[in-house]
């Protein structure tokens, strides 16, 4: 497979780069520790909402620094958590006297940076709130994780406190908000192809011809199987069954409906699929108030999708509803 690069090494600083070029008046950047953050931020009026996983996610999560959602963010390589330094010299950068909150994904890589990248700013005196996301049902432990993975619920983390922040919420406030949602969103992925990071000579791993796996994991990972491919409507119909049963949702639920394209999978592909969702939805007595079709946490081009839940109540989507400005926007 051709990809567009300069070289491997490069590859995040360059991207990184392109996303302040893109956005001169609203970002700013840090080359030596990765950093994209608001240029009116910090502010002591506002508690500071920073994270930072590996590349290789966009949108996620650099691309989602704007106002309303994230105030920073700090990415490591291509699928490896950022090193500590990064975190650290992210969270004095954003430091507010109402305090940093750090959302991080569950993989052990990413705790252990951010926690100890806490336990040292925490020695400075500056005050962090911690929300661990986890919205895989897919598998319990995998080779990234102790514990569910953080994957495409994070985009809904990140905007309830976002939104919440820009209120002037405080830093408890907002651990509580983000503990409210990780309760209550749910999500599992298929994958129809592997995909290979920048200067890589072959794919993290390789599906035949008529092959998924299902439950797989953003970085690759192996999901609960690996099977022939059924049609469209089987996949959702498994992915529905897994998700809804899960926290469970139950019927007069009012939900949000997300289905996440890995990265390489068309536009019309993905709205095939959410018709299926949307209708298992309805059949389940679920109530679609919000929906959300597109790209938010990928795996470069790996072609294959997630079918995200959540639960909402009027506090939530009074916050998903709440004006954004990030970098990733189509008009």
């Known amino acids: 497979?051709?990809?567009?690069?300069?070289?491997?090494?490069?590859?995040?600083?360059?991207?990184?780069?392109?996303?302040?070029?893109?956005n001169p008046d609203k970002l700013k950047?840090?080359?030596?520790?990765?950093?994209?953050?608001?240029?009116?931020?910090?502010?002591?009026?506002?508690?500071?909402?920073?994270?930072?996983?590996?590349?290789?996610?966009?949108?996620?999560?650099?691309?989602?620094?704007?106002?309303?959602?994230l105030d920073a963010a700090c990415p490591g390589?291509?699928?490896?958590?950022?090193?500590?330094?990064?975190?650290?010299?992210?969270?004095?950068?954003m430091n507010s006297k109402k305090g940093v909150l750090h959302l991080i994904n569950n993989y052990t890589g990413d705790r252990a940076a951010w926690d100890m990248a806490r336990e040292l700013a925490e020695a400075e005196d500056i005050k962090i709130g911690v929300v661990l996301v986890n919205d895989d049902v897919a598998v319990m432990n995998s080779a990234y994780t102790i514990g569910r993975r953080g994957v495409a619920g994070n985009f809904f983390v990140i905007k309830a406190c976002g939104a919440a922040a820009a209120t002037g919420a405080s830093l408890e406030e907002l651990v509580k908000l983000g503990e409210k949602v990780v309760s209550?969103?749910?999500?599992?992925?298929v994958a129809?192809?592997?995909c290979r990071p920048p200067g890589k000579d072959k794919p993290i791993f390789e599906l035949a011809d008529g092959e998924m796996e299902m439950g797989v994991g953003i970085h690759g990972e192996?999901?609960?199987?690996?099977?022939?491919?059924?049609?469209?409507?089987?996949?959702v119909d498994e992915l529905f069954d897994a998700v809804s049963k899960d926290l469970p949702f139950n019927s007069g639920d009012n939900v949000g409906l997300m289905?996440?394209?890995?990265?390489?999978?068309?536009?019309?592909e993905l709205y095939l699929l959410y018709r299926q969702a949307a209708l298992r939805c309805k059949d389940a007595g679920?109530?679609?108030?919000?929906n959300y079709v597109g790209e938010y946490c990928t795996s470069l081009e790996m072609a294959g999708f997630s079918l995200t839940l959540i639960r909402l109540d009027d506090e939530l989507t009074h916050l998903l509803d709440a004006p954004a400005d990030i970098a990733w926007r189509v008009f």
């Open 1 to 22: 497979m051709n990809q567009f690069f300069n070289s491997p090494e490069n590859f995040v600083a360059e991207m990184l780069e392109g996303i302040a070029l893109a």
């Open 222 to 235: 192996k999901g609960r199987r690996r099977d022939k491919l059924p049609s469209a409507d089987v996949v």
């Open 77 to 93: 390589n291509v699928f490896a958590a950022p090193p500590m330094d990064y975190v650290l010299e992210c969270t004095k950068l």
């Open 286 to 290: 679920l109530k679609v108030v919000r």
């Open 259 to 268: 289905i996440n394209g890995l990265g390489g999978t068309p536009p019309s």
């Open 29 to 69: 950047y840090v080359p030596r520790y990765n950093i994209i953050y608001r240029a009116d931020r910090p502010n002591d009026d506002f508690v500071s909402v920073i994270q930072g996983s590996g590349s290789g996610h966009e949108p996620a999560h650099v691309m989602a620094v704007g106002a309303g959602m």
């Open 184 to 189: 209550v969103v749910r999500t599992m992925g």
């Open 192 to 194: 129809i192809s592997g």
